[in-house]
Nanobody, 124 residues
């Protein structure tokens, strides 16, 4: 079993940046793919990025390419999501998730474990 704890969210002005963290514990970190999802009020959960810790292959949604960057520090069992040039429409709860049999990285059903989420609010 894997426990995930997100941090780093907050209130930021448009154009600002945040670095979100997802700290994992409880199992072999290298075996998992870690995905970042976001959910805005009234909208479905959307996959924004994923990293496969076994080979560091990364994936991004088209809507965030060039704006978000995912990275992993395997020594710290932590995955980061750097979010830049934030816009009010980026306001959402950001979740990280872990799965060890992820084939469709942006499908929430592919992941077995979820964190509690961290709120990102972007003011105009």
């Amino acid at each position: 079993e894997v426990q995930l704890v997100e941090s780093g969210g907050g209130l930021v002005q448009a154009g600002g940046s945040l670095r979100l963290s997802c700290a994992a514990s409880g199992s072999t970190f290298d075996d998992y793919a870690i995905g970042w999802f976001r959910q805005a009020p009234g909208k479905e959960r959307e996959g924004v990025s994923c990293i496969r810790n076994v080979d560091n292959i990364t994936y991004y949604a088209d809507s965030v390419k060039g704006q978000f960057t995912i990275s992993s520090d395997n020594a710290k069992n932590t995955v980061y999501l750097q979010v830049n040039s934030l816009k009010p429409e980026d306001t959402a709860v950001f979740y990280c998730a872990a799965g060890n049999r992820v084939l469709i990285w942006h499908d929430p059903d592919e992941y077995d474990y979820w964190g509690q989420g961290t709120q990102v609010t972007v003011s105009s």
